[in-house]
């Protein structure tokens, strides 16, 4: 058994798919010019890029949809390193995909690392006739509890109301909306911020997990004086409040008041987690498998959080990895996985088998591997890359 072959190719089909309603403060809003960009348009397409990973006697793994970037790094040197290899062989072919470049810690060719190791998982689960889950020694539970992730959503008052109310009875338990000012938006922004939060918090009631994402836009003074703010809302957490890269930070703002802190979206390999659960400054690791290194290490990570008694709920940039992996371990360590709501459909738009949650939590997949499979009936083209 043998890898013959990794290609990567692109598919685009007819979508409607509707324009954000509100953008999120982002790093670069430091820059007026970049803070007053408009929310993205609506589109009448899509686009979607995969890597497929050939087994010699015919089967392939997918996964996708990846970033563009990815694809020559994936070709040019990834590819070449485990073809011909065992694709069972999971711990050796991420090692020597690892191995193979000084600047495979981060970045885009750990992102690539990534994709390959997610679509090996899916090959692994093809040949063996099982999901993911049951090969990483699942099941823990029936189901995958989820949050509703708000982002691109109206902040509009009587909208927030609408959109809060309409994921509490849709069984969502816990519902994250994205902060819209940073620093250069003075204290007008910041009480912007506090409305929003308080908006939320009235109309989705006492019982319901709150969390608010700053997306990297905010400073350490801005956080810590956000974070007192915040407090009497009781949100479960305040997430990437600072750049991914200012470890120190999450550990002051945590120190700053009783806000738990989260972070590790951009975050890479079990080493870089090692580092923020050094520090104490983070409650909640979001590794995303997409990016992290893959199902590979996103387990690892999880061993590593368990050790130190904290939480990691996935990054929900594909939910296939994620709730794969969180179907298989402890509640106690992995407790629940990321649903964007408005996203993940377009993010699936290309595949036959929606997931989804229904009631708030995903069903276990059943199909072998990850279940991502193309559907010819969505894809006007398609090419090979």
């Known amino acids: 058994m043998r890898i013959s072959a990794v290609r990567c190719f692109e598919v685009q089909g007819p979508a409607e798919i509707p324009a954000q309603e509100e953008r999120q403060v982002g790093m670069l809003d430091i820059y007026p010019h970049f803070a007053s960009r408009p929310p993205a348009g609506p589109r009448d397409h ?3 890029v995969y890597v497929q990973v050939e087994e010699a006697g015919g089967a392939y793994g997918l996964f996708g949809p990846i970033f563009p970037e990815t694809v020559p790094l994936i070709q040019n040197k990834l590819a070449p390193m485990i073809t011909g290899q065992d694709p069972r062989a999971g711990e050796y072919l991420w090692d020597v995909m690892y191995r193979s470049d000084r600047h495979a810690r981060k970045g885009y060719l750990m992102m690539a690392i990534s994709a390959v190791d997610c679509a090996l998982w899916d090959l692994r689960g ?8 049951r090969l990483l020694g699942g099941p823990t539970r029936p189901t995958v509890p989820c949050y509703a ?3 691109g959503y109206s902040h509009e008052p009587a909208r927030i109301v609408a959109r809060v109310r309409e994921m509490v009875d849709a069984g969502y338990r816990a519902q994250k909306w994205f902060f819209r000012y940073g620093p250069n938006d003075g204290l007008v922004g910041m009480e912007r911020n506090v409305t929003l939060a308080r908006i ?23 956080a810590t004086r956000m974070i007192e703010r915040l407090e009497p809302f009781r949100p479960r957490w305040l997430e990437e409040a600072v750049p991914a890269d200012r470890i120190a930070e999450f550990a002051q703002m945590r120190d700053a008041g009783r806000v738990p802190i989260a972070t590790g979206e951009h975050e890479y390999t079990r080493w870089g987690f090692l580092q923020l659960l050094q520090t104490g400054g983070v409650d909640v690791l979001q590794a995303d498998p997409d990016w992290c290194g ?11 959080a368990s050790a130190y008694g904290r939480h990691v709920i996935p990054h929900g940039h594909s939910v296939y990895a994620a709730a794969h992996v969180v179907a298989s371990q402890p509640p106690v360590t992995f407790p629940m996985a990321e649903y ?7 993010a699936q738009h290309f595949h036959t088998h929606m997931l ?3 009631g708030g939590a995903i069903t276990l997949p059943t199909l072998p ?5 193309i559907d010819p009936a969505k894809v006007t083209s398609r090419r090979d890359l």
């Open 126 to 133: 093809k040949l063996a006739g099982e999901p993911v889950w």
């Open 149 to 151: 992730s708000m982002l």
């Open 340 to 346: 964007l709501v408005r996203y993940q459909p377009m």
């Open 294 to 304: 893959g199902i590979s290490e996103l387990v690892k990570i999880g061993t590593l």
């Open 356 to 358: 989804a949650p229904e």
């Open 369 to 373: 591997g990850l279940g991502i499979e």
């Open 200 to 222: 939320v918090r009235e109309a989705a009631g006492p019982n319901i997990d709150l969390m608010f994402d700053c997306w990297m836009g905010w400073d350490l003074s801005y």
């Open 46 to 48: 899509q686009t979607g």
